[in-house]
């Protein structure tokens, strides 16, 4: 059976630590079940990732209103779209790291010279530079789903422009073309964006994590993506209802 150091520990590994102590009860700290050492630490996690999150939440409608500007509705994916579906319903548990999304392909040219007006500007991870510089762009992403990261110094979170929701080796499924028809449309005062189906979030799992990196293989499912299916499952009856 798992202690708590054990569960803190596996958390910490998997990057999970946040999920785990947003599931943890005030009781789990109120009535000392959890070591102190674990319980600080759980509570410091929990602050940080909600702090972050309310940033991250806030970077993401500045860059819908953004490419708004320029006729341009983007669909967030997989972290981002999580914290926009719940805008209703607090910051959520999940760790973010960057923010994803996918606009249609015609408007990956126009959407990145929104961004480099905006202050953001490519890393090259090949030149260890930072560039503006589209052509060099698609050339070093030739083979990945995304454009390089976008990076601005004052924003907390890089951002990716995807081609596709999905890894490279599934493009010949032709599913981003189905990802951007049946994306849900939302509003908030005048900001557009929209995010991913359950259908769609649910097939990025299956085959972006589950067969792309290969946990087909191993005896024990990865537990954040785990988590994220979980949590679709059971959030996918209260997402705000789609305008249309």
């Known amino acids: 059976s798992y202690t708590y150091e054990d569960l803190y520990k596996l958390s910490k590994k998997e ?3 946040a999920e785990f102590a947003f599931t943890l009860s005030e009781a789990d700290y109120s009535e000392k079940r959890l070591p102190q050492v674990v319980s600080a630490e759980f509570r410091r996690v929990s602050a940080v990732n909600i702090r972050r999150n309310m940033a991250i939440t806030a970077q993401a409608l500045t860059i819908a209103r953004l490419l708004n500007k320029e006729e341009i509705v983007p669909i967030f994916l997989k972290g981002t779209a999580y914290l926009l579906d719940r805008l209703d319903h607090g910051t959520g548990s999940r760790r ?8 249609k392909p015609e408007a990956i040219g126009p959407a990145c010279q929104a961004f480099f007006k905006a202050g953001y500007s490519f890393f090259s991870e090949k030149e260890g530079r930072l560039h503006q510089d589209l052509r060099l762009a698609h050339d070093e992403s030739r083979n990945h789903h995304h454009l390089p990261p976008l ?6 979170a890089t951002v990716e422009i995807h081609y596709s929701h999905l890894p490279k080796i599934f493009e010949k499924m032709e599913l981003t073309g189905q990802l951007i028809r049946s994306a849900r449309l939302f509003s908030r005062q005048d900001i557009q964006f929209m995010t991913p189906s359950i259908e769609h979030q649910i097939i990025h799992i299956v085959l972006g994590n589950y067969l792309h990196d290969r946990y087909y293989h191993s005896c024990r499912p990865p537990i954040r993506p785990g988590l994220d299916f979980i949590e679709i499952l059971e959030f996918s009856g209260k997402a705000p209802p789609a305008i249309d």
Request: hydrophobic residues 35%; negative net charge; glycine residues 0%.
């Open 15 to 17: 990057e999970s630590e």
């Open 96 to 103: 973010q790291v960057d923010i994803d999304l996918v606009v």
């Open 151 to 156: 990076y601005k110094e004052d924003r907390l």
